[in-house]
């Protein structure tokens, strides 16, 4: 069994929130995959599927932010799931707004949902983490977090959670490399090989008119034409 954590804040007031990106990710999921409805377990909410024949749980802590280990522990030690078999969504600074990596273990870079997973469970956990940019400034982090995404994220936001559920598969299997390929076919489609000037069509010829298309005549031709 895998468990796949989302971070956020729980709540109407939040649920747009760049924090709650690891929310969005897992709604995301659970809809795609027909995983079966939420429901209140482990101090959050869950769900169970199938991806690929391995059976995972989603869990979105209903703690805050802050003490998401308490609930992510509480499932984690219930089901007997390893580390190594758990993977947290979540939202990452440090990343333009649209990128996706992974990352196996390591620290908690300051995150507070990651730090209190790291308090109850320790470092060596999956992690996805969901690029929204940064604001430019330390003290503008809180205030940036906690406001709803801008209509001018919409799109790549969008594009980002196609990707996500489409490779979920992938990453149930443990193909790091396949989910990641599923997300960029979204956020960075590949472009055509051929330049525009190599794809456009060339003028059409005009027809030749029959004057234009017959040999020209001598002068004594078109003497001896007279008297046909």
Same mark, same amino acid.
């Given at each position: 069994?895998?468990?796949?954590?989302?971070?956020?804040?729980?709540?109407?007031?939040?649920?747009?929130?760049?924090?709650?990106?690891?929310?969005?990710?897992?709604?995301?999921?659970?809809?795609? &995959?027909?995983?079966?409805?939420?429901?209140?377990?482990?101090?959050?909410?869950?769900?169970?599927?199938?991806?690929?024949? &391995?059976?995972?749980?989603?869990?979105?802590?209903?703690?805050?932010?802050?003490?998401?280990?308490?609930?992510?522990?509480?499932?984690?030690?219930?089901?007997?799931?390893?580390?190594?078999?758990?993977?947290?969504? &979540?939202?990452?600074?440090?990343?333009?707004?649209?990128?996706?990596?992974?990352?196996?273990?390591?620290?908690?870079?300051? &995150?507070?949902?990651?730090?209190?997973?790291?308090?109850?469970?320790?470092?060596?956990?999956?992690?996805?983490?969901?690029?929204?940019?940064?604001?430019?400034?330390?003290?503008?982090?809180?205030?940036?977090?906690?406001?709803?995404?801008?209509?001018?994220?919409?799109?790549?936001?969008?594009?980002?959670?196609?990707?996500?559920?489409?490779?979920?598969?992938?990453?149930?299997?443990?193909?790091?490399?396949?989910?990641?390929?599923?997300?960029?076919?979204?956020?960075?489609?590949?472009?055509?090989?051929?330049?525009?000037?190599?794809?456009?069509?060339?003028?059409?010829?005009?027809?030749?008119?029959?004057?234009?298309?017959?040999?020209?005549?001598?002068?004594?031709?078109?003497?001896?034409?007279?008297?046909?």
């Amino acid at each position: 069994m895998k468990l796949f954590v989302g971070l956020g804040n729980p709540g109407a007031k939040y649920a747009h929130n760049r924090h709650n990106i690891g929310f969005m990710a897992l709604d995301r999921l659970a809809e795609d &995959h027909q995983f079966s409805p939420w429901r209140s377990k482990f101090q959050g909410q869950i769900c169970g599927g199938i991806l690929g024949g &391995h059976k995972v749980l989603l869990l979105k802590p209903a703690t805050f932010m802050n003490l998401s280990g308490q609930s992510v522990g509480e499932a984690a030690r219930f089901h007997k799931i390893p580390l190594d078999q758990i993977t947290v969504f &979540h939202d990452e600074l440090d990343l333009a707004p649209g990128k996706l990596r992974l990352k196996q273990g390591g620290g908690h870079a300051g &995150h507070n949902g990651l730090r209190s997973i790291h308090a109850h469970l320790g470092a060596d956990y999956g992690r996805v983490r969901l690029g929204i940019g940064h604001p430019g400034h330390k003290d503008a982090v809180a205030g940036f977090v906690l406001r709803d995404f801008a209509k001018a994220d919409q799109d790549w936001l969008a594009a980002l959670l196609t990707g996500i559920g489409n490779g979920a598969v992938h990453l149930a299997a443990g193909d790091g490399a396949k989910f990641m390929n599923a997300v960029a076919l979204q956020t960075a489609p590949p472009r055509s090989s051929k330049s525009p000037k190599a794809t456009a069509q060339k003028p059409a010829q005009k027809p030749a008119t029959p004057a234009e298309d017959a040999p020209a005549r001598s002068p004594l031709q078109k003497l001896l034409e007279k008297f046909k």
